[in-house]
């Protein structure tokens, strides 16, 4: 059996994507490259210490297949929490417990017997694993997976005058879990039969993007009015899933079926504070302020059925066949308010004291809808040469859905209307149904027939044909119909090469083009588009068109055996051209991105080993409205650059220790400063991080690892209110048995 190292980063799955964080579980356990070891002692040295020797000897001979790893940790944080919880994915405070154990235990001839998990208190990242399995018979395999993702619950600043709105604890998390048990039949020669079934949650709140409203900015009416409050989304979803899968070989035909069952039960809300604090004496004709909240409920539940099969055929070594097939239904039911009060969740009362013009919400929303799809591919692949291999495909799909939806409109007239603030409430009936026919077809060649040259070339192509039916029935009366035809034509090319000069250089670059083509025929239309019509939209559109030339070089060189350099350079392009009745063509948007990344690894030493990255963005969205006759700043061209830079270096002190520090450096200089015309926007940051280990090998069954990190975070489009510091120390201890 071969032996797991055993080592796991103490967070979540997500914190992954936290950076430097990964790297500061991993030190001394997972290095970037595996750290060399020390030379062996002489014969002179083994003879002077023979009883040292044959102890050695004795260990060396033994095996262990289990371990269990047991670890304690805390972060100490000078500044914005959330922010540091967010970006790296790991408690405030101690945590430990369980890094990582595994025990397994043979039965009978083959079988094996295993158990694996981890549990980390305070972090909420759980996780069991029991199988039992024997290669000619089949497995039973059961587990849970639990595990915590941080977010920020902050919303925006306001430079001009430092406006920054805080109204709850903004450590928000959301738990993801699962509980799953899987069986297998694996009998020789016979049909591979399987089944799964899963349950998965997630529950929790985390921020949103969609901010509330406030006119405490120091400017004057009627531009005083910022989106800058937070809100937040309070999740409960639930989704079990059903799977059986029958596989079997029937002479050189593989042939697969296998069916899918899923139910979603999703009761979530969006949870916004709008005008917090605004609650000046008014005259008892005026409402009494505009502090109000505003909770919207969106429930959900289906029922998800597919059936799919393959076949897949070799006729010869140069020749192969696949064949697919897919069939889904799902039918929806939707619920859900959207309600204003004096607190969150509140009840809906139409003689709220704080409403405010245009205070627009729903009550009592019914429906759901309904889908079939139907899809259909063929991949061939053949190799008429030793060194070129072609393989056409096509994959044909049909979809159909229909949806109804009802619900009870609420709105809030002006202060000028009789009475005052008037609520207003009337019935919605929606309809909407629509369909469409996909054929996408491509072909892909590559070639090798040329000494250390390969080349490839793919083509895709996809045709649509859609249409789309809407009708809204509002107080009785039909408010709105449209019919709409739409029609979509998608090419992607790509090009590449790989050259190997050298057994020490390599070179390759690819190509591709991609179009995306719409176009809408709005052949039934209640509304009018003209150009002296108030409502344009959204029957506005009349094609668009979706474009992406994109490439990248990348070169890897070995100068030297112990030196490694890998360069790369991307560059995009792509705009989106878009056409409207009675408008003429216009290009609304231009995108525009290099970034260039240079990796080096070297090992002066054959106990130092060293790797170095950086990488740098520049990345741009430029549109007309940034440039429009009166637009006054309020949109801008976007600016997206940043710079990445890490390095690492290891040192294996002796036989059985070794030190890891890393340094990971991350900075962001696109604020611009427009409050005066508009909310601002743009990152603007900079972040440092610092991790350094040291491990050591006490025995052959026992290792200790002692970890410590500091981190640093300056946030400007938060006007420091996101800024950290924070310490981290870990320390592990792994026993082998």
């Given amino acids: 059996m071969k032996m797991n190292s055993g080592h796991k980063k103490w967070s979540s799955p997500t914190a992954r994507e936290g950076g430097l964080i990964a790297g500061a579980f991993l030190i001394g356990a997972l290095p970037l490259a595996a750290p060399p070891t020390s030379a062996p002692a002489s014969t002179d040295e083994k003879k002077a210490q023979p009883e040292k020797a044959v102890e050695k000897t004795e260990e060396s001979a033994a095996e262990y297949n289990n371990w269990i790893t047991l670890g304690v940790g805390s972060t100490f944080i000078d500044g914005d929490k959330a922010s540091f919880l967010r970006r790296r994915q790991v408690p405030k405070g101690p945590f430990g417990g369980i890094e990582d154990f595994h025990w397994e235990e043979s039965v009978g001839k083959k079988g094996l017997f295993q158990i694996d998990g981890h549990g980390i208190f305070d972090n909420h990242d759980y996780s069991i694993r029991v199988e039992l399995s024997e290669p000619d018979k089949g497995y039973v395999r059961a587990g849970y997976t639990e595990f915590r993702t941080w977010y920020d619950g902050s919303g925006g600043f306001f430079p001009a005058n430092g406006q920054w709105i805080s109204l709850y604890n903004e450590e928000l998390h959301v738990d993801r879990g699962?509980?799953?048990?899987?069986?297998?039949?694996?009998?020789?020669?016979?049909?591979?039969?399987?089944?799964?079934?899963?349950?998965?949650?997630?529950?929790?709140?985390?921020?949103?993007?969609?901010?509330?409203?406030?006119?405490?900015?120091?400017?004057?009416?009627?531009?005083?009015?910022?989106?800058?409050?937070?809100?937040?989304?309070?999740?409960?979803?639930?989704?079990?899933?059903?799977?059986?899968?029958?596989?079997?070989?029937?002479?050189?035909?593989?042939?697969?079926?296998?069916?899918?069952?899923?139910?979603?039960?999703?009761?979530?809300?969006?949870?916004?504070?709008?005008?917090?604090?605004?609650?000046?004496?008014?005259?008892?004709?005026?409402?009494?302020?505009?502090?109000?909240?505003?909770?919207?409920?969106?429930?959900?539940?289906?029922?998800?059925?597919?059936?799919?099969?393959?076949?897949?055929?070799?006729?010869?070594?140069?020749?192969?066949?696949?064949?697919?097939?897919?069939?889904?239904?799902?039918?929806?039911?939707?619920?859900?308010?959207?309600?204003?009060?004096?607190?969150?969740?509140?009840?809906?009362?139409p003689l709220f004291a704080r409403r405010q013009f245009l205070d627009q919400g729903f009550l009592n929303l019914t429906g759901g809808g309904e889908m079939n799809q139907y899809v259909a591919n063929l991949n061939l692949m053949v190799t008429p040469l030793d060194n070129f291999t072609i393989v056409p495909s096509l994959r044909v799909e049909k979809n159909d859905v229909s949806g109804v939806a009802s619900f009870v409109k609420t709105d809030v007239a002006s202060l000028g209307a009789l009475p005052p603030l008037a609520t207003l409430s009337?019935?919605?009936?929606?309809?909407?149904?629509?369909?469409?026919?996909?054929?996408?077809?491509?072909?892909?060649?590559?070639?090798?027939?040329?000494?250390?040259?390969?080349?490839?070339?793919?083509?895709?192509?996809?045709?649509?044909?859609?249409?789309?039916?809407?009708?809204?029935?509002?107080?009785?009366?039909?408010?709105?119909?449209?019919?709409?035809?739409?029609?979509?034509?998608?090419?992607?090319?790509?090009?590449?090469?790989?050259?190997?000069?050298?057994?020490?250089l390599n070179f390759g670059a690819q190509y591709y083009h991609k179009i995306h083509d719409y176009d809408y025929d709005h052949v039934l239309d209640s509304t009018s588009n003209v150009p002296s019509s108030a409502d344009r939209y959204p029957a506005f559109l009349t094609d668009q068109n979706f474009t992406t030339d994109d490439m990248n070089v990348r070169a890897t060189w070995r100068p030297f055996s112990t030196v490694t350099l890998v360069t790369r350079y991307d560059f995009q392009l792509s705009t989106v051209d878009t056409r409207a009745d009675f408008l003429d063509h216009q290009q609304t948007s231009e995108i525009t991105s290099h970034i260039i990344s240079e990796s080096i690894s070297w090992t002066p030493l054959a106990r130092l080993y060293l790797q170095a990255s950086a990488s740098y963005a520049l990345d741009s969205t430029d549109t007309p409205a940034a440039t429009a006759t009166g637009s006054s700043n309020l949109v801008l061209n976007a600016a997206n650059d940043y710079w990445n830079v890490s390095c690492l270096v290891g040192y294996a002190l002796n036989e059985k220790t070794d030190l890891q520090a890393q340094y990971f450096y991350y900075r962001a200089n696109n604020y611009l400063d427009n409050s005066a015309y508009s909310q601002p926007y743009g990152a603007g940051a900079e972040g440092h991080g610092v991790t350094a280990s040291i491990a050591r090998q006490i025995s052959k069954a026992v290792r200790a690892t002692l970890k410590y990190g500091f981190f640093r975070n300056r946030d400007e489009t938060s006007g420091g209110h996101n800024d950290y510091q924070a310490h981290l120390v870990i320390a592990s201890l792994q026993y082998r048995f």
Avoid at 196 to 202: L, N, P, T
């Fill in 426 to 504: 009337e019935p919605i009936l929606n309809t909407a149904d629509n369909g469409f026919l996909e054929v996408t077809e491509s072909l892909e060649a590559r070639y090798t027939g040329l000494r250390n040259w390969s080349f490839y070339a793919r083509g895709e192509w996809s045709e649509t044909d859609g249409n789309q039916t809407e009708n809204e029935i509002e107080a009785g009366a039909l408010n709105l119909f449209r019919g709409t035809d739409w029609r979509r034509f998608n090419q992607k090319y790509v090009v590449g090469a790989n050259w190997y000069p050298l057994s020490r």
């Fill in 178 to 349: 699962q509980a799953w048990f899987e069986a297998g039949l694996t009998l020789p020669n016979k049909p591979q039969v399987s089944f799964r079934y899963a349950h998965e949650f997630r529950n929790g709140m985390k921020d949103s993007t969609i901010w509330g409203d406030t006119a405490l900015t120091a400017l004057p009416p009627p531009d005083n009015v910022r989106n800058i409050g937070p809100t937040f989304l309070d999740l409960d979803e639930k989704r079990d899933i059903f799977v059986g899968d029958v596989k079997h070989t029937i002479g050189k035909t593989d042939v697969g079926l296998g069916l899918r069952y899923e139910i979603i039960d999703n009761n979530d809300s969006r949870n916004i504070h709008r005008r917090p604090g605004e609650l000046t004496p008014s005259p008892p004709a005026l409402p009494a302020g505009p502090d109000r909240y505003v909770t919207q409920k969106d429930g959900l539940k289906e029922d998800l059925f597919n059936v799919h099969g393959f076949t897949e055929t070799r006729f010869s070594e140069k020749v192969m066949l696949t064949l697919g097939g897919s069939f889904t239904t799902l039918d929806t039911d939707i619920s859900g308010s959207r309600i204003y009060g004096s607190s969150y969740d509140p009840v809906y009362d």
